[in-house]
């Protein structure tokens, strides 16, 4: 089987019409005396177009409702704030591939992220972003690829390449959107992003002076850029990384820069955790299997010192010899101690592949997965069918969750927290409202397949939730969600309609938490007339018609429900 088979992904996408286009919009006429400018969306059938509102209201956030602080995945699926309430994050991903490999405020760049941007957001109820770095833009260095001073076989020793003055240039401008999103209420995921190694092979990530082809010549194969994983400079350059086999240290190297931008951003209120490495990948996936690879991934996490089981009894880990005796999640909590590091399988677990990555003994991970469909078009990237889509993407989800609850370990039992890093990548609000539901089923967090499209060498316009003009594309209705962003007590069920606006919530109450339950209510988008709250086990202690409805409970009691629905009660 053919990688191409394997992983058919993000290109341009073709169109397709929008789920019960006469259910929610005609939901939105807006009435006669709120004085709204609208914005005309993006839309997927042609000669028509649809209507949101202006979303550029500050949004009414009461004190209490304000997830804030560290957060906390002490063992099971949820994550925790400091108030002890089960939080849930929805977001997007943010990733400039191109120079300077961020997002920061810079009016008229394409790489602005603007306050107008973060807003918007917040409006929509997204409170977290995956904002992409890589480890060209921190570590540049100025050798070139296959440099023999690098990479020549041989015992690791520092290539040189290290300018800290570099760094902290890249990593203040990184903090600027960090502080900016942080202004709104919105978490910031940093996420050190690369796709197919190095642009040498139409991809982003590592810095020129890390590629070590061994003498394999650069091909760029006829069709996706992904055909261009198969090639055997990709290949050996992945190996040599995830081998550490050459003098340039490069896996040392790796693990130093993360651990000055954890020591850069630590203790900062507003990053949510670190995500060591996007979508890892190996040819010995497609060669050897999944279990093989995984060893090699496992002890790029931990290390030699740290290297526990193998998951579904694969063979013991053993770890190549120039691996560094701690990997790159002890570097990175011992920069920043209590840290979440959100750590990925390889990249074919997206599709529902078993996951070999076994338990780890540090605390505070987070299982960090990825979930694409494969029925899609081979040119467009669009899916051929949406019902064979929503199931394997549901059998991706059921195969994620019983893998988390199969890592636990003395420091997390009952497996670490989960979340959901990347989906969608589409425009089609059929199988993203599938998709949604299912992780309200699930009950984990995500953060969507892109906020906007960046020019992504890697990707599609049709991706992003936010056009090249500004304005929002239709899928904006399904992401924009009724949902808990904190909840006082543990979820059992949670469910929301975006084509009627009912939702449903219910949990058992944890009396020892005194912060009030918050629920996001997209009130601008769904309840245009408002909404009715009615709850059992609790009682509402927020204004009417608030786009954060906030929810005590009773003193006593094992079960709360929460229902919205349009209109007035």
Not at 39 to 48: K, M
Not at 206 to 219: D, E, K, L, Q, R
Not at 228 to 241: C, K
Request: hydrophobic fraction near 35%; aromatic fraction near 10%.
């Amino acid at each position: 089987m053919t990688l191409g088979q394997r992983r058919p992904r993000r290109t341009k996408r073709a169109c397709h019409g929008d789920a019960n286009r006469s259910g929610w919009l005609s939901k939105l006429a807006l009435p006669a005396m709120l004085v709204m400018t609208m914005i005309l969306l993006s839309d997927c059938t042609a000669g028509t177009s649809v209507m949101l509102p202006n979303l550029r209201s500050p949004i009414r956030y009461p004190a209490s409702a304000v997830v804030n602080g560290p957060i906390r995945s002490p063992g099971g699926p949820f994550l925790y704030d400091q108030h002890g309430r089960v939080v849930f994050f929805h977001g997007v991903n943010a990733v400039y591939k191109h120079p300077p490999y961020e997002l920061f405020p810079a009016p008229g760049k394409p790489w602005n992220l603007n306050a107008a941007d973060a807003s918007l957001m917040a409006r929509l109820g997204l409170n977290v972003v995956r904002l992409g770095m890589t480890w060209k833009g921190l570590e540049p260095g100025t050798a070139p690829a296959n440099d023999p001073a690098i990479c020549t076989p041989g015992v690791a020793r520092d290539p040189g390449q290290f300018n800290r003055t570099v760094l902290d240039a890249y990593l203040a401008k990184m903090k600027e959107s960090v502080d900016q999103l942080g202004r709104f209420h919105i978490y910031t995921l940093l996420d050190m992003h690369q796709d197919v190694y190095n642009e040498l092979f139409d991809g982003e990530g590592a810095p020129n002076w890390a590629v070590c082809t061994s003498g394999a010549s650069n091909t760029d194969p006829p069709g996706r850029w992904s055909q261009n994983y198969g090639t055997a400079a990709a290949g050996a350059a992945f190996r040599h990384f995830w081998t550490n086999d050459v003098v340039g240290d490069l896996q040392g190297e790796y693990d130093k820069v993360w651990a000055a931008v954890a020591t850069y951003f630590k203790d900062d209120p507003w990053v949510l955790g670190y995500d060591p490495f996007n979508e890892p990948f190996s040819t010995s996936l497609v060669k050897s299997g999944d279990e093989k690879f995984d060893g090699q991934l496992e002890c790029f996490y931990t290390g030699r010192t740290f290297i526990g089981a193998p998951a579904h009894g694969a063979p013991p880990i053993s770890c190549p010899p120039g691996v560094p005796a701690t990997g790159v999640i002890p570097a990175i909590q011992t920069a920043d101690p209590g840290a979440l590091v959100f750590y990925e399988p390889d990249i074919f677990s997206s599709r529902g592949s078993t996951n070999f990555v076994g338990a780890m003994p540090f605390a505070n991970l987070v299982f960090n997965v990825h979930v694409y469909c494969g029925h899609r078009s081979g040119k467009t990237g669009n899916p051929t069918d949406i019902a064979a889509c929503a199931n394997q993407e549901q059998h991706s989800f059921t195969t994620r969750a019983e893998d988390r609850t199969d890592l636990g370990t003395t420091v997390q039992p009952g497996g670490p927290a989960w979340f959901l890093s990347e989906f969608g990548a589409t425009s089609n609000p059929t199988l993203l409202n599938r998709l949604t539901a299912e992780a309200d089923k699930s009950l984990v967090g995500w953060t969507y397949w892109s906020w906007k499209f960046y020019a992504d060498p890697t990707g599609s316009s049709a991706e992003g939730l936010v056009s090249s003009d500004g304005s929002l594309r239709s899928t904006a209705a399904i992401l924009s969600r009724t949902y808990p962003q904190a909840i006082a007590g543990v979820p059992k069920s949670i469910s929301f309609d975006p084509s009627s606006g009912v939702f449903h919530l219910s949990y058992k109450p944890d009396h020892a938490v005194r912060a009030p339950t918050a629920i996001f209510v997209p009130t601008e988008i769904h309840y245009p007339n408002g909404y009715c709250a009615k709850t059992s086990g609790a009682k509402v202690v927020s204004k009417p018609g608030n786009d954060v409805l906030l929810v005590d409970n009773d003193r006593s009691g094992r079960l709360v429900s929460v229902t919205v629905v349009p209109g007035s009660c």
